[in-house]
């Protein structure tokens, strides 16, 4: 007979249900790291959203300055109305009409082809935008015409925007617009110094010295240069340079030009370098006061009335010398004939003192 099978052995209830409360348990620590986490995730993600949302508007508010004009062609005698945007505020502009110049290429001839006497200055407002009106002339180059916009303080931008003056002559650009673009290589410097001259008033001098190269495709053939001098907020007066000599494209070269300023000029002053309507260096000078005409100026004051004063008592005193000398002095004639002795006019003979008179009484 076979035996009975022994009973099936069964797993106590806690050991069936340990792995449930583990997932249980492990479950409800994991949802409570998500809320926890949860907030701190979402406030990051708002951060960075923010955060790329202010540089993409700084950057659109940090882009190119742009010039427009009211209409892109005048005639003679009008008027058009020049605006901006993108500018940095606070800065002082130059609107210029300027012929023989295209906004790719800029403004052959700088400043020169332009009419300098009917521009007019702008102030950027703090949006960064202006606007100004520019009477329409004709400028001393023929078109193709441009509105010159271009930083006198502050940031140093050019702006080119076509224009067309209505009757005004048209001629191609010339030869050496061509491609070629020079750059500033080095930081420009003044070289010189003032002499004795100077210190009395004489016009001081320096000279720009930079290195420039050529970072187009077509050789610079005597390249004219713009060297300004400027004093405060006042717009630089410009002086034409020719630099005698080719820079051949990815060549450089050492550019030395002349600056003076007017005899007696003192204080703080900016020379800029320019060439093609842009600036390509910018140097602060800053000039002493010509001592020596002060001190002039302070002799002058001291020594001219010591002089006239000195003449003036030497002909007061010869007047007064010419009167005592000329002046006669009255004797009169001899009453008793000639061999008496005359009478001065203030002694009388009864004045004279004598042996009775009250005067030598007890003195004999």
């Not at 099978?5 to 997932?23: G, L, V």
């Not at 409800?28 to 998500?34: D, E, G, K, T, W």
């Not at 190269?213 to 713009?226: I, K, M, Y």
Request: aromatic share 4%; hydrophobic share 45%; net charge positive.
């Amino acid at each position: 007979m076979r035996p009975a099978a022994a009973p099936a052995r069964t797993a106590p209830a806690s050991t069936r249900t340990a792995p449930a409360h583990a997932r249980t348990a492990l479950v409800a620590l994991l949802a409570a790291l998500a809320l926890v986490l949860l907030p701190a995730v979402a406030a990051s993600a708002a951060s960075s959203v923010s955060s790329a949302s202010s540089a993409v508007s700084s950057a659109s508010a940090a882009g190119d300055p742009t010039v427009a004009v009211s209409r892109n062609e005048a005639p003679k005698g009008g008027g058009i109305t020049v605006s901006g945007t993108g500018w940095k505020a606070g800065a002082l502009l130059m609107v210029l009409l300027c012929g023989q110049g295209t906004p790719e290429k800029g403004v052959v001839g700088g400043t020169n082809s332009c009419a300098n006497t009917d521009g007019r200055a702008a102030t950027v407002d703090p949006r960064g935008a202006f606007s100004v009106k520019l009477p329409v002339v004709a400028p001393p180059r023929p078109c193709p015409c441009v509105v010159h916009v271009s930083g006198v303080t502050g940031q140093q931008d050019v702006v080119d925007a076509a224009f067309t003056v209505a009757g005004h002559p048209t001629a191609p650009l010339p030869d050496n617009a061509g491609d070629g673009r020079l750059a500033v290589l080095t930081a420009a410097r003044l070289d010189g110094s003032s002499g004795v001259l100077t210190w009395f008033g004489a016009p001081p001098g320096r000279t720009v010295v930079l290195t420039v190269g050529n970072l187009g495709t077509a050789p610079v053939r005597d390249p004219v240069f713009l060297v300004g001098t400027a004093r405060g907020v006042l717009a630089a007066s410009d002086e034409e340079h020719q630099w005698r000599g080719t820079i051949k494209p990815g060549q450089k070269a050492r550019i030395e030009l002349d600056v003076e300023l007017s005899a007696g000029a003192h204080g703080d002053y900016r020379v800029s370098v320019s060439y093609g309507g842009k600036v390509l260096a910018e140097q602060p000078w800053k000039v002493g006061r010509p001592w020596g005409v002060v001190l002039f100026w302070v002799l002058l004051a001291v020594v001219v009335p010591a002089a006239l004063f000195r003449i003036g008592m030497v002909l007061v005193d010869r007047a007064g010398g010419r009167n005592r000398h000329s002046v006669p002095v009255p004797v009169p004639a001899d009453a008793d004939g000639p061999g008496t002795t005359a009478v001065l006019p203030w002694f009388h003979p009864g004045s004279a003192p004598s042996e009775n008179s009250p005067t030598t009484k007890g003195l004999t």
